[in-house]
């Protein structure tokens, strides 16, 4: 039993470029989040979605966009990455009772 | 005014002592809380989750949540090295987990 898989671990990018974080549950969760945690902020939710096909904005969601692809996946894409979105991203789904958290990416925009 | 606040800390007790953490929410209609453990560099991990008032014991844990009062706290009974950490606490209202941004514990032995 996996839980929530992110790929990947570790990315450095430049500015400018555009890449997509994946991640994956096997435990046939509906509600699914992305948080976004900078030294001294916790956990900052991003974008999270209900369930599949619908998605809603967080706390801070500006230079982002995600994908519900199915059930299982849920995708958190940067366009145009800026120094500012060098931070630890973590995926997580849940249940009414707990949120199950990914092991995170940590990505550098230099 | 943010959604979940917490003390930053860092909160230093000594080995043995209760260490007690506290989190006020501002959305009155905030359904259940949850209290989280976050090491240096790992995921954080659920010690509690609470949706009525009172308290809810598991094992050295005590969650506290007063509604009226809009606050959710987590006791932690003889307290160990072994539980320095930052512990988040978590707001659910609706389908929305807003974290707030921790509070450092450290136990000194």
């Known amino acids: 039993n996996a839980g929530v898989t992110q790929t990947p671990k570790f990315q450095v990018l430049k500015t400018g470029q555009s890449m997509t974080l994946q991640c994956a549950q096997d435990m046939n969760h509906n509600s699914m989040y992305w948080y976004r945690q900078d030294p001294g902020m916790g956990l900052r939710l991003i974008y999270y979605s209900a369930s599949e096909g619908t998605t809603d904005k967080g706390e801070v969601p500006n230079g982002y966009n995600v994908s519900r692809l199915n059930k299982r996946e849920f995708s958190l894409r940067l366009e145009s990455a800026a120094p500012s979105q060098t931070s630890v991203y973590f995926c997580?789904?849940?249940?009414?009772?707990?949120?199950?958290f990914g092991q995170g990416t940590r990505l550098t925009v230099v | 005014q943010k959604e979940v606040e917490q003390n930053s800390g860092p909160l230093s007790v000594p080995e043995g002592a209760i260490a007690s953490l506290n989190c006020t929410y501002s959305?009155?209609?905030?359904?259940?809380f949850f209290w989280y453990r976050q090491y240096s560099g790992k995921s954080p991990e659920l010690i509690m989750f609470i949706y009525s008032n009172g308290d809810k014991e598991d094992g050295r844990f005590t969650a506290q949540l007063n509604k009226a009062s809009q606050y959710v706290s987590l006791l932690i009974r003889d307290s160990q090295p072994s539980d320095s950490a930052t512990y988040l606490c978590?707001?659910?209202?609706?389908?929305?987990?807003?974290f707030g941004a921790g509070t450092i514990l450290r136990v000194k032995s």
């Open positions: 997580a789904s849940r249940t009414y009772t707990e949120a199950f």
């Open positions: 978590a707001v659910n209202n609706g389908n929305k987990l807003v």
């Open positions: 959305d009155r209609g905030s359904q259940s």
